[in-house]
């Protein structure tokens, strides 16, 4: 194999696409995958805070009714829907459907539309259910 | 860019991983699980954001409930890992900073796991009555 003339742009190209719906959905589908990788860090300390007992227990929560504490949630409310609609929208191209433009286009634009929703609907019910 | 891969390699199929689709199917198949799994974790954070310690005690201690959170953890742990590799392995090209990169994410998640697994089966048992 000869070497090439120059460096080429290794996958996945972020640097030489024009940015398009599509390729928004797939990136916005990692960055959600890597917040929920912080979320597990968060469930991790919630787990711990439970079992270490009810002084720990109380810290947690207080830290998570705190603004940044309400603000993380919320992005990580919408970050499981987001992956979870997206997810299922992978699903679907791996089994060979819904590939055409058309179709992963609306699909993509449903996937954002149902994250937002559903984040408004579930912090809807829990605020509603009196939590702190 | 050197490639030491032979042609009969590229056509048997080897990705980025340098192997065959096993992780890409088990990537698959854990994602299938993760959906009933985590809409049942949000209704559990549902619950349990709406009561206090002695709510969220009780909640875990719940068989069914202590199940499911384990296999939350279990799932999620696994799938956030072969998430992250596929990431990794995607964006780091140079050999060692992409191999401590992929341990390092082992490591995390089987620790972030292991830990929470065991806290829940800790409450759930009565540890923390």
């Given at each position: 194999m000869t070497a090439p003339a120059r460096e080429r742009p290794l996958s996945p190209h972020l640097q030489v696409w024009r940015w398009h719906l599509t390729m928004l959905t797939s990136i916005l589908h990692r960055v959600t995958g890597m917040a929920l990788y912080g979320g597990a860090v968060i469930v991790t300390a919630w787990a711990l805070a439970l079992g270490a007992g009810p002084d720990a227990y109380q810290g947690f929560m207080d830290l998570m009714a705190s603004p940044l504490g309400r603000l993380v949630l919320v992005g990580l409310t919408l970050s499981v829907f987001y992956h979870l609609a997206n997810g299922i929208r992978h699903l679907f191209w791996d089994a060979?459907?819904?590939?055409?433009v058309t179709v992963s286009f609306r699909s993509g634009v449903m996937s954002m539309a149902f994250s937002v929703v559903a984040t408004v609907i579930v912090w809807a019910i829990g605020l509603g259910s009196g939590a702190p | 860019m050197t490639d030491f891969r032979t042609p009969l390699s590229r056509a048997r199929g080897s990705g980025a991983a340098g192997h065959g689709a096993a992780h890409w199917v088990a990537e698959r198949v854990s994602s299938i699980a993760l959906i009933p799994l985590t809409l049942w974790m949000v209704y559990a954070a549902l619950v349990i954001a709406g009561t206090g310690y002695e709510g969220a005690v009780a909640f875990v201690a719940h068989p069914v409930n202590a199940v499911m959170i384990v296999l939350v953890l279990a799932v999620s742990g696994w799938h956030m890992h072969a998430g992250a590799r596929v990431i990794i392995e995607d964006y780091m090209h140079r050999m060692l900073g992409r191999s401590a990169l992929l341990i390092l994410n082992l490591f995390v998640a089987v620790l972030l796991t292991a830990l929470a697994v065991f806290s829940v089966l800790k409450v759930a048992l009565g540890g923390a009555l």
């Open positions: 060979g459907l819904g590939l055409s | -």
